[in-house]
């Protein structure tokens, strides 16, 4: 059973990391380049110092060795850490490379820094149960009470989204252009959050704030929502906590301290995608060509010169579940969800359509297509059977 996992696994690998390469083709035909960056949270504790204190310095030294265009920062909470990209310009297909290196390496790799003295687990999953301790005084974000109740922390996997035209241009700043990529993946999170939110655990965090009274402490979004502020966020002049985007200093003081800045926002205006969850199972490859599919919706759009309508958006609920409750099967589970629908499976296969034109017809000469055997792929590793 091992054995054929991990077949199934490099199977799903190859067939998307062929699929990313051919979207990324389209968009260089349409003189477009989609940039995409995570942003991964996780939390480590030691076997027998649990108030042990982790610099991150080294770990990030050898991520520069690797060439991995990312560093570990402290996050938050006690023990949190947090992934972030770097914005040197690598290709989103660079970029799945570089989560997955971080997914599956850096266990071990904080294991022979830091676990010399102590045994040191790195967690990667949607919630570190008791992760924490305290409670937060009323109206106060950083003042807490005495109370030490447990704080579960939910880890979070951020997926951001721009989109350069063939002038180096972010057009997330273009008038009408971030609002509609922003509404493509509005509309399309619901049919996908299989993908990035691969296991049972990932719904349990969508219910930390209500179902233990942690809705002050958490600010993790649990719907599909929009905005500057939702969880499927347009950033362009302000952030998520309606700072200033973009800020660059102009001038610093003897101190180093900064006196004045400018805001250049239309640099890093962005999608900023904010339901994933941390997770040994969130694949990266299929993430990021989630990401460039909706990326052509909007291109196309663009392209075409039709009006960029958006209608106003109501937040959606997210699934309770991986799996269709069988006393209540409307409500569809995730991989129910991904199932029934055909948007992830067609846009691929459009593409693949559409690029044959310009290739061999044998390369694509295929009983399946590219998009319907990656889907099967997903499905399969929920031991989906499908019936085409």
Not at 155 to 163: I, P
Not at 275 to 280: D, E, V, W, Y
Not at 347 to 364: G, P, R, W
Request: charged share 20%.
């Amino acid at each position: 059973m091992a054995n054929h996992l991990t077949q199934q696994s490099l199977l799903l690998q190859h067939l998307t990391i062929d699929a990313i390469t051919l979207v990324q083709n389209y968009l260089d035909r349409l003189d477009y380049k989609a940039q995409i960056h995570f942003e991964l949270e996780g939390c480590y504790r030691f076997e027998n110092d649990g108030d042990q204190i982790v610099d991150f310095s080294q770990i990030n030294h050898c991520l520069r060795a690797l060439n991995i265009e990312g560093e570990i920062v402290c996050e938050y909470w006690r023990n949190q850490w947090e992934y972030v990209s770097l914005f040197n310009g690598q290709m989103p297909l660079k970029e799945a490379y570089n989560l997955q290196w971080i997914i599956t390496q850096l266990p071990k790799l904080f294991q022979q820094v830091y676990g010399k003295k102590s045994q040191i687990e790195t967690l990667i999953q949607p919630v570190v149960w008791a992760g924490d301790q305290g409670k937060l005084i009323a109206g106060s974000s950083q003042i807490f009470t005495t109370d030490t109740r447990a704080i579960h922390i939910p880890n979070a996997v951020q997926l951001n989204v721009s989109v350069l035209d063939s002038n180096g241009k972010n057009l997330i700043a273009e008038e009408g252009f971030g609002e509609y990529l922003q509404h493509c993946f509005l509309r399309t999170s619901l049919a996908c959050c299989l993908l990035y939110l691969p296991e049972e655990a990932a719904f349990e965090r969508l219910t930390l704030k209500t179902q233990y009274g942690l809705a002050q402490e958490l600010c993790s979004p649990v719907d599909i929502s929009g905005g500057h502020q939702g969880s499927i966020a347009l950033y362009k002049k302000f952030g998520k906590h309606n700072q200033n985007m973009g800020e660059e200093p102009l001038l610093y003081d003897s101190y180093n301290k900064v006196l004045s800045v400018k805001q250049n926002w239309q640099k890093t205006a962005r999608i900023e995608h904010r339901l994933g969850a941390s997770s040994i199972r969130y694949n990266p490859f299929i993430n990021v060509l989630y990401g460039l599919i909706n990326v052509v919706d909007a291109v196309q759009a663009y392209e075409q010169e039709s009006h960029l309508f958006t209608d106003t958006f109501t937040p959606i609920s997210l699934p309770l579940s991986l799996f269709t409750d069988k006393e209540n099967s409307a409500a569809l589970g995730a991989v129910d969800l991904f199932k029934v629908s055909t948007w992830f499976s067609d846009s691929i296969n459009h593409i693949e359509e559409k690029m044959t034109n310009v290739k061999a017809k044998s390369v694509f000469d295929c009983p399946i297509k590219l998009g319907d055997k990656i889907q099967q792929a997903i499905l399969a590793q929920y031991q989906i059977s499908i019936v085409n």
